[in-house]
């Protein structure tokens, strides 16, 4: 049982470069969700999706994109990478989200640097 | 804005210490949970408390939420190595998690 999938584990890009990252899960799981990691900023939501076909902003959403088309995935796009990109993103699964009575499962993460 | 304040951020402490680590909000949680992270790898969920007053034990670990659900510790009886890492609150509302900026613990042997 892989739990959540993140690819890629490692990245870099220039500035103004787009890119996608992966993330899927094999729990059916109805809720996904994205983060960045920062030092000394805890986790911040930067998407999230409670079901196929419907997503919604978190705290930090603009550069970023995302789409929900199958219950398996929700990719993290990047449009135009900018350097304050810089950190390590999470994407989480949990049963269902709601008042928050299920456990995240996260991925290990990718770390984007953006030069 | 950190709705999820966590004291202190880094606390170092021998093997048989306690220890006592706080989450702090203005905001009223539906549930609030606690979660432990190692280098390189995702959180992983230690306890979830969701009822004002609530106190869970996990073995040496004692999780307690505040009367008016605003608020968590988590308290460590006599540490050991393997409790090192990082410690994360994390409080939901409306299908948001709201992460804490976490405390480093680091115990020596």
């Known amino acids: 049982n892989a739990g959540v999938t993140q690819t890629p584990k490692f990245q870099v890009l220039k500035t103004g470069q787009s890119m996608t990252l992966q993330c899927a899960q094999d729990m059916n799981h109805e809720y996904m969700s994205w983060y960045r990691q920062d030092p000394g900023m805890g986790l911040r939501l930067i998407h999230y999706?409670?079901?196929?076909?419907?997503?919604d902003q978190g705290e930090v959403p603009n550069g970023y994109n995302v789409s929900r088309s199958t219950t398996e995935d929700f990719p993290l796009r990047l449009l135009s990478a900018a350097p304050s990109q810089t950190s390590v993103y999470f994407c989480?699964?949990?049963?269902?989200?709601?008042?928050?009575?299920?456990?995240?499962?996260f991925g290990n993460g990718t770390r984007l640097t953006v030069t | 804005t950190q709705l999820l304040e966590q004291s202190p951020q880094f606390l170092s402490i021998q093997e048989g210490e306690n220890l006592t680590v706080y989450c702090n909000s203005s905001s009223v949680f539906s549930s609030l949970q606690w979660y432990r992270q190692e280098p390189g790898e995702g959180p992983v969920l230690l306890v979830t408390v969701v009822t004002g007053g609530e106190v869970k034990k996990l073995k040496r670990l004692t999780f307690q939420f505040g009367d008016a659900r605003k608020d968590s510790s988590l308290h460590i009886t006599a540490a050991q190595p393997g409790d090192t890492g990082l410690y994360l609150c994390?409080?939901?509302?409306?299908?948001?998690?709201?992460f804490g900026s976490g405390t480093k613990l680091n115990v020596k042997p």
């Open positions: 994390a409080g939901a509302n409306f299908n948001k998690f709201y």
């Open positions: 989480a699964s949990s049963y269902s989200a709601g008042t928050g009575n299920s456990p995240l499962h």
């Open positions: 999706s409670v079901g196929a076909g419907i997503t």
